[in-house]
């Protein structure tokens, strides 16, 4: 019997400034819906993008409902066969294998107890739920989520910024279980556009229903991520773009097996970003200089054995960042990327999403009040752009 550990969850990490936790004598709860099967579970967790030591005295993993209540032995979760584990600042570790059978379709939860420290290092996603209370409650069989007065500041910037912010999680970096069945995971590698997750919500339904137990969609984006810089240094959200795709792919993709396919949706904030509040005008690209990013992804991919799949930049004249010199990079990017890239495919998004006759505009509906990011009807449609013969 061939079994590999494959990716049932897990996600990018970046500086989490405007979402930060306080993790002083709290439990954290991840609920998580699983496309695959596995016998046994292993978690990791990462201070990356922290410089405050974050200590942890319990984990423990069990079946649950969709609700995150246990509805099975809870198992403990060891690190280097202790209970506990602290991570300085820039740090990761992932626990010791447990025995936890888990079907495809099933839920499971991951807690941990949070001893003392600041959790800053974390991300932005809806694809699980995290339900978090005070006290030492992660071998729990439920509680009740207690909300933080940081959370409605959320939903304020969301209407300030016009775009939708997802639930911030800390700490949790991937969940993997040992799957006997050939499951593969399809890594989604991206800035906004996917992290929001509205056409990687609907895109991985599909996968689902149609490949039943065979893929895990995991949603590896951040934020106004580039694939050429770091986040600006001076920006006053410090790291919460994250470090530059071509670097961060060495921790976020590479160290995991079996990934098949990668699926790569990087450009827009190369071009959008420079000359605005996120960026000097300084670091203004070229096509040239975009393409040649997104080669090097594609190759690195290869590299792993995996299938390179690229997505053309969608339209963002409807932003207030956007200009019509910034957009002719975007048009000279999608040219080269359906005529002249390494990529073993491309999705075409931006044909599926741009208006007729407008194509520096969304389609109606399609962006939400920003202008620029996918709504949940440009979600769809982006999701539908993608066969799902690619993946046989």
């Known amino acids: 019997m061939n079994e590999q550990w494959i990716q049932a969850w897990g996600m990018s990490h970046a500086g989490m400034s405007l979402f930060c936790f306080r993790g002083r004598g709290r439990t954290f709860r991840l609920t998580i819906h699983s496309a695959i099967s596995g016998r046994s579970l292993r978690l990791s967790l990462s201070n990356r993008f922290s410089r405050h030591m974050v200590e942890i005295d319990a984990a423990y993993a069990a079946p649950c409902s969709a609700e995150g209540v246990s509805t099975g032995e809870c198992v403990p979760l060891l690190f280097g066969g202790q209970r506990g584990i602290t991570l300085r600042g820039g740090e990761s570790c992932r626990s010791d294998a447990a025995a936890l059978p888990v079907p495809a379709g099933g839920f499971f939860s991951v807690s941990i107890h949070v001893v003392k420290g600041k959790l800053l290092?974390?991300?932005?996603?809806?694809?699980?739920?995290?339900?978090?209370?005070?006290?030492?409650?992660?071998?729990?069989?439920?509680?009740?989520?207690?909300?933080?007065?940081?959370?409605?500041?959320?939903?304020?910037?969301?209407?300030?910024?016009?775009?939708?912010?997802?639930?911030?999680?800390?700490?949790?970096?991937?969940?993997?279980?040992?799957?006997?069945?050939?499951?593969?995971?399809?890594?989604?590698?991206?800035?906004?556009?996917?992290?929001?997750?509205?056409?990687?919500?609907?895109?991985?339904?599909?996968?689902?229903?149609?490949?039943?137990?065979?893929?895990?969609?995991?949603?590896?984006?951040?934020?106004?991520?580039?694939?050429?810089?770091?986040?600006y240094a001076h920006h006053p959200l410090k790291n919460f773009f994250g470090k530059r795709a071509l670097e961060r792919f060495a921790w976020d993709v590479r160290p995991f097996s079996g990934i098949k396919y990668v699926i790569v949706c990087l450009g827009t904030n190369d071009y959008?970003?420079?000359?605005?509040?996120?960026?000097?005008?300084?670091?203004?690209?070229?096509?040239?200089?975009?393409?040649?990013?997104?080669?090097?992804?594609?190759?690195?991919?290869?590299?792993?054995?995996?299938?390179?799949?690229?997505a053309t930049l969608i339209p963002f004249g409807g932003s207030s960042q956007c200009s019509p010199e910034k957009d002719a990079v975007r048009v000279a990017v999608n040219q080269w990327l359906k005529t002249s890239s390494p990529f073993d495919r491309v999705a075409d998004f931006d044909a599926a999403f741009a208006r007729e006759g407008e194509p520096y505009l969304a389609k109606e509906g399609y962006t939400g009040k920003d202008g620029g990011h996918p709504s949940s009807i440009g979600g769809e449609a982006l999701a539908q752009s993608i066969p799902l013969e690619w993946f046989v």
């Open 121 to 231: 290092s974390g991300n932005a996603l809806d694809d699980a739920k995290l339900t978090v209370c005070r006290g030492n409650h992660a071998a729990s069989r439920a509680f009740a989520h207690v909300r933080r007065p940081k959370d409605s500041l959320i939903h304020l910037a969301e209407k300030v910024l016009g775009m939708y912010l997802s639930q911030p999680i800390p700490l949790f970096e991937s969940v993997e279980l040992l799957n006997a069945d050939e499951a593969a995971n399809i890594v989604c590698f991206g800035d906004s556009i996917t992290q929001q997750g509205q056409w990687i919500r609907p895109f991985g339904q599909r996968i689902r229903e149609s490949f039943p137990g065979r893929y895990a969609v995991i949603n590896r984006s951040i934020a106004g991520n580039r694939i050429l810089r770091d986040a």
């Open 272 to 310: 959008i970003q420079p000359g605005t509040i996120d960026a000097p005008r300084s670091d203004r690209v070229t096509s040239q200089e975009v393409a040649q990013g997104l080669e090097a992804l594609a190759h690195n991919v290869q590299e792993m054995g995996a299938h390179a799949y690229g």
